[in-house]
């Protein structure tokens, strides 16, 4: 396989405001941090960033990022996860309810992913859809009033481990899109996720 580089500009993050390189489905996960903090009431505090994500498979660590994550609560509750796509939509629903399973000691109540155009949202306990489109994303208001009497629901260990094997899975096709590069560096297709 040649060795294929492909340049990148750099932009202004939204949440942190660092800059960082424009790659993978960076300008959509920018317009759903946006839409979060301007329609759906979140702050910036409330939104983390390229969320670490360690597991072991069979005695080996595996490293990765959840795009997004979203607290709730006071901060004190993970209540959403998203996975910002480029691409087809579909395909992602099983990796980021995966992920939201896998982040916690307790299943994250929403999985999203989301092209910034629109978005699927899925009840990470049942895997099912709940909601298509922007607006189906809870609010911070609708997610304070469904989470005042939340009890956060484990996920049981055998089902664990074949978890970690999914989010793998899915996880290990995307391109790595880790956002902490020099700006003189350039960025390597060819690159998986779990080079980071």
Do not use: W
């Not at 960082?20 to 996960?29: C, F, K, Q, Y």
């Not at 920018?30 to 329609?39: A, D, G, T």
């Amino acid at each position: 396989m040649p060795d294929t580089l492909k340049p990148y500009s750099m932009i202004t993050d939204f949440v942190t405001g660092q800059e960082i390189p424009n790659i993978g489905a960076e300008e959509n996960r920018q317009v759903v941090v946006q839409y979060l903090v301007n329609e759906k009431g979140y702050s910036t505090d409330d939104i983390e960033v390229d969320v670490k994500i360690e597991l072991a498979i069979a005695g080996e660590r595996y490293h990765s990022q959840v795009d997004l994550v979203v607290r709730g609560n006071d901060g004190n509750l993970r209540i959403m996860a998203f996975k910002c796509a480029a691409g087809s939509l579909g395909s992602r629903e099983r990796e980021i309810v995966a992920a939201a399973r896998l982040l916690e000691d307790y299943q994250i109540p929403f999985a999203v992913v989301s092209d910034g155009k629109t978005a699927i949202v899925l009840d990470t306990v049942s895997g099912k859809k709940t909601g298509a489109g922007m607006a189906a994303i809870p609010s911070k208001k609708t997610a304070m009033r469904l989470f005042d009497s939340y009890q956060p629901i484990s996920l049981p260990a055998d089902r664990r481990e074949r978890e970690k094997l999914i989010f793998r899975t899915y996880d290990s096709e995307n391109v790595n899109v880790q956002r902490n590069l020099d700006s003189g560096q350039r960025y390597d297709v060819r690159t998986d996720t779990n080079k980071r």
